[in-house]
């Protein structure tokens, strides 16, 4: 470095000097020392252009990237960001200063980094920022209308199957966590069409799927996707698939199948305490719904007495008063 700046000092005006230039600025770039590098130019008398300095403050950022210290690359980009917020390389520098949070787990801050990308239309960072912002909202803010819109946003540019997959499977979840059931329904058929699908996607297209069917209505069709998603797993998702066939029933007003549909849930998926004490609950709604209030008492009870989920406690003893006072109310008429 001292020789290449002895050259520059000395011999300004020859080929030498702007050799020595060049490899002063590959020093000074992997340094992160621009400014240095400026400062030096303009001693020697040569004029720099905004342009020149614009590409010399990314192109240090970039080489730290590019070596692999993340750390370093974060500063780096968010420096030149904020000097040349409409820079020549704004959008390259958002990009891979996303992809370096995003990598150290900073989620708050690569979410708006990837947004900025996408907000500056189709590029060619567009594509793996629509996938990374629709999973940060979806995963980590759980903002499920913006997943949709990012998701969307991947499908019309997805180059690839496996985006066009997270694309599809996005939408349905995030669908079905908005309620659009009308758009539920043909997003799983439209991922269960797909080729070569894994195991995961089957269980997930299946189950809501049948999830769509129940809450318009219809059961026997739901049923029968919950039971093929029996089938496929004994996952929660498979504990809650069981209860689902015991609550349809429980719609249908078939109590005898829907009581042992939810015998069924307790027997097989006894890990799972959300579904088993929801399948206590049911039973003692089909007990309630047969007037058995003897049955129906002492199931509320037992779930009011011993459940550790506090909202299904609270649910089990609204449900023990309501049949006791019917109870009441009945032996009165007689």
């Known amino acids: 470095m001292q020789y290449f700046r002895e050259v520059v000092e000395k011999f300004p005006a020859s080929s030498e000097a702007n050799s020595a230039l060049q490899n002063l600025r590959t020093i000074y770039v992997g340094q992160g020392k621009t400014d240095d590098y400026l400062a030096l130019l303009k001693a020697a008398g040569k004029s720099v252009s905004a342009s020149a300095e614009d590409s010399l403050s990314y192109a240090a950022a970039e080489t730290r990237f590019s070596s692999g210290d993340y750390t370093g690359a974060v500063s780096a980009f968010s420096n030149y960001l904020q000097k040349y917020p409409n820079g020549q390389f704004a959008l390259q520098a958002s990009f891979y200063k996303a992809e370096c949070l995003y990598n150290a787990k900073d989620y708050t801050n690569a979410l708006p980094?990837?947004?900025?990308?996408?907000g500056r239309g189709n590029s060619p960072f567009a594509e793996r920022s629509a996938l990374q912002a629709a999973y940060l909202n979806y995963y980590q803010v759980k903002d499920y209308g913006k997943?949709?819109?990012?998701?969307?946003?991947?499908?019309?540019?997805?180059?690839?199957?496996?985006?066009t997959l997270a694309a599809t499977r996005g939408l349905l979840r995030s669908s079905?966590?908005?309620g659009t059931w009308d758009e539920v329904a043909p997003l799983a058929e439209e991922l269960l069409s797909a080729q070569n699908i894994s195991t995961d996607d089957q269980i997930i297209g299946h189950f809501y799927l049948g999830k769509s069917q129940q809450q318009r209505g219809q059961f026997d069709e739901a049923i029968s996707e919950y039971k093929i998603v029996?089938?496929?797993?004994k996952s929660e998702v498979g504990a809650e698939a069981r209860?689902?066939?015991?609550?349809?029933?429980?719609?249908?007003?078939?109590l005898a199948a829907a009581e042992k549909a939810g015998f069924d849930v307790i027997k097989n998926t006894s890990s799972y305490e959300v579904w088993v004490a929801k399948s206590y609950l049911l039973l003692g709604d089909i007990y309630h719904r047969q007037k058995?209030?003897?049955?129906?008492?002492a199931t509320y009870q037992s779930i009011a007495e011993n459940c550790p989920i506090p909202e299904?406690?609270?649910?089990?003893k609204e449900k023990l008063a309501k049949s006791e006072a019917e109870?009441?109310?009945g032996s009165k008429i007689k």
């Open 312 to 316: 299904l406690k609270a649910e089990a």
């Open 292 to 297: 058995d209030y003897f049955n129906a008492k």
């Open 113 to 118: 980094a990837y947004e900025f990308v996408l």
């Open 327 to 329: 109870e009441k109310a």
């Open 176 to 178: 079905y966590q908005l």
């Open 147 to 163: 997943a949709k819109q990012y998701y969307q946003q991947l499908r019309s540019l997805s180059t690839t199957k496996d985006n």
């Open 243 to 254: 209860y689902n066939i015991a609550k349809c029933l429980f719609e249908k007003n078939d």
């Open 230 to 233: 029996t089938g496929l797993t």
